[in-house]
Structure formats: structure tokens, C-alpha cells
């Protein structure tokens, strides 16, 4: 459940295992594993949590290209930079055409 009064925020990122369709993304939760349950439970079935923070925000791009199982991600204390981090880390690991699908910032 997300709340607004935290001492410390926590997310989780969650995608498919081909990185396709599917993809879950939480923040703001009261710890990682609940963090962890919310984004599996966006993601649906064939998921896996990939990535949770503790603070600051996250990032997730996919590579768009058909049949691509290319992704990347990445935390900062900037929601800009975390864009841009995972957006070099998926052209890093061979993608042509990558794509910010989701990103989001903890409020502590």
C-alpha cells in the first residue's frame, strides 16, 4: 500500500522474461519486498523483479526493435539522469532503438 509520511521510500522494477509487453513498476512503498509484490503483481505472469531502491528514482528502457530482448535500467537521485542512465545502459548491451517504458521518483 503507498503512503504519503515515510522515513525511507522503497520501489521495484519488474519485467517479463523477454522484456516484452509486460512490466511492473512500484514506488513509495513502506519496504522492498512490498515494493517487490506491487510490481510483480502489475507485471503478470512470467515476471521477475529486476531492479528495487531505497531511495532516490529508477528508470527501465527496452529496446524497441521486433523480436529484441535488449533492456536496460538504472537509479539516481534525479528522475532525468535515471532516464538517461538506462537509456545507455540498453544501447550499451546492443540496442538500436531504446525507449524509457517506465520510470518513477521515491518521495524520501
Do not use: H, K, P
Request: aromatic share 12%; net charge negative.
Amino acid at each position: 500500500m503507498m503512503f504519503s509520511s515515510l522515513a525511507q521510500a522503497a520501489g521495484a522494477l519488474a519485467i517479463d522474461e523477454n522484456q516484452g509487453d509486460q512490466y511492473g513498476f512500484a514506488y513509495d512503498y513502506a519496504s522492498i519486498s512490498e515494493a517487490s509484490e506491487r510490481a510483480l503483481a502489475e507485471c503478470g505472469g512470467n515476471c521477475s523483479v529486476v531492479q528495487v531502491f531505497e531511495s532516490g528514482c529508477a528508470a527501465y528502457a527496452a529496446d524497441q526493435t521486433a523480436g529484441s530482448t535488449i533492456y536496460g535500467w538504472a537509479t539516481s537521485s534525479d528522475g532525468g539522469d535515471a532516464q538517461s542512465q538506462a537509456l545507455q545502459y540498453c544501447s550499451s548491451y546492443g540496442g538500436s532503438q531504446c525507449m524509457v517504458r517506465s520510470w518513477g521518483c521515491n518521495s524520501q
